[in-house]
């Protein structure tokens, strides 16, 4: 079996649509990380940003701040400036998720980030609660 193949057949299982809209069965996808020489880069980070619904640029800045470390996002892979081991990408993606994905009312994952003024607020479409989010 060819490397190309095992690849294609791994995003084929992927593609099998995941029941996602209730709290219980919302899943981070596992990070898939590479290091190469001094950086790491975060290859499925496209696949983690839908999953979460959120986008690049927040959760980059969250992982910039909170790994002390700067990068960049290059084809929906992040590129980060130093060797980062993938338990604590997958730590701090779990925080981020906690903080700035899951209701703070309902606890239930289906809110989206929207920006008024300065502030940002996470909005839920399932208990309809907007909630202040911290500014990072
Ligand atoms: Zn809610």
Do not use: W
Request: hydrophobic share 35%; net charge positive; charged share 30%.
């Amino acid at each position: 079996m060819s490397f190309e193949y095992e690849e294609l057949l791994k995003k084929a299982i992927e593609k099998i649509p995941k029941k996602v809209s209730s709290g219980e069965r919302f899943k981070i996808p596992e990070v898939v990380i590479e290091v190469q020489g001094n950086k790491t880069l975060v290859k499925n980070f496209g696949e983690i940003l839908s999953a979460l619904r959120r986008d690049s640029s927040h959760l980059s800045k969250y992982l910039f701040k909170e790994l002390a470390t700067p990068g960049n996002i290059q084809n929906n892979i992040l590129i980060l400036q130093r060797k980062v081991p993938k338990e604590i990408l997958e730590n701090k993606i779990e925080s981020y998720v906690k903080e700035f994905v899951f209701c703070k009312i309902c606890n239930k994952p289906d809110t989206k980030l929207i920006k008024e003024g300065n502030s940002l607020f996470i909005k839920c479409e399932a208990c309809g609660a907007k909630t202040p989010a911290r500014q990072i």
